[in-house]
């Protein structure tokens, strides 16, 4: 049986990087993600020209102190509401039918899909499950390098999770 305390280790690990990619993404290309701002989610240009570079910023504070196990318990608190309202700021727009861009790992012109939120409701899933089981971290350094290099195997696929899952539909035959 897995020891709870690598299964926490390897969410804290997981949703770190993936907080570190949104945040580096956003920031490397802020112009494009302001407009998104404005565009998708009809923030005002003052706003989102404020606004762009803050959310990232905290995405980025969120991600080294989650990564750093500094704060452990509150950056995962603060990464579960940030990704719970950001959902919920999603799927109002995409159950009515709305074409909206979210912009999360970088610029994409590609439309929110349902697999984008069901991706989203994993990482809440993965949070909660943090929140709900807190373990003190006690695994030597070696264990924690092998728990981050997974994470860091595995998130390409939490990223990329709609294009994956496209990828799985159509090689089984399922119809669009």
């Given at each position: 049986m897995i020891d709870a305390v690598y299964i926490s280790e390897l969410i804290r690990c997981m949703i770190g990087l993936l907080f570190l990619q949104a945040a580096w993404s956003k920031s490397r290309d802020m112009s494009a993600f302001r407009g998104n701002l404005h565009e998708t989610?009809?923030?005002p240009v003052?706003?989102?020209?404020?606004?762009?570079p803050a959310l990232a910023?905290?995405?980025g504070a969120v991600a080294i102190t989650m990564l750093s196990n500094w704060l452990g318990y509150w950056s995962m608190l603060c990464a579960s509401l940030?990704?719970?309202?950001?959902?919920?700021?999603?799927?109002?727009p995409y159950l009515q039918g709305d074409l909206i861009r979210c912009h999360?790992?970088?610029?994409?012109q590609r439309p929110v899909s349902a697999f984008d939120l069901l991706r989203n409701l994993l990482l809440i899933g993965l949070t909660v499950?943090?929140?709900?089981n807190p373990v003190p971290p006690s695994l030597l350094l070696s264990e924690l390098l092998l728990l981050a290099a997974l994470a860091l195997a595995l998130n390409p696929l939490l990223m990329h999770f709609h294009?994956?899952?496209?990828?799985?539909?159509?090689?089984?035959g399922v119809k669009h």
């Amino acid at each position: 049986m897995i020891d709870a305390v690598y299964i926490s280790e390897l969410i804290r690990c997981m949703i770190g990087l993936l907080f570190l990619q949104a945040a580096w993404s956003k920031s490397r290309d802020m112009s494009a993600f302001r407009g998104n701002l404005h565009e998708t989610f009809a923030v005002p240009v003052p706003l989102a020209n404020w606004l762009g570079p803050a959310l990232a910023l905290i995405e980025g504070a969120v991600a080294i102190t989650m990564l750093s196990n500094w704060l452990g318990y509150w950056s995962m608190l603060c990464a579960s509401l940030m990704l719970t309202f950001f959902t919920l700021r999603l799927a109002w727009p995409y159950l009515q039918g709305d074409l909206i861009r979210c912009h999360c790992f970088g610029s994409s012109q590609r439309p929110v899909s349902a697999f984008d939120l069901l991706r989203n409701l994993l990482l809440i899933g993965l949070t909660v499950t943090y929140l709900l089981n807190p373990v003190p971290p006690s695994l030597l350094l070696s264990e924690l390098l092998l728990l981050a290099a997974l994470a860091l195997a595995l998130n390409p696929l939490l990223m990329h999770f709609h294009e994956l899952m496209e990828i799985l539909r159509d090689t089984t035959g399922v119809k669009h």
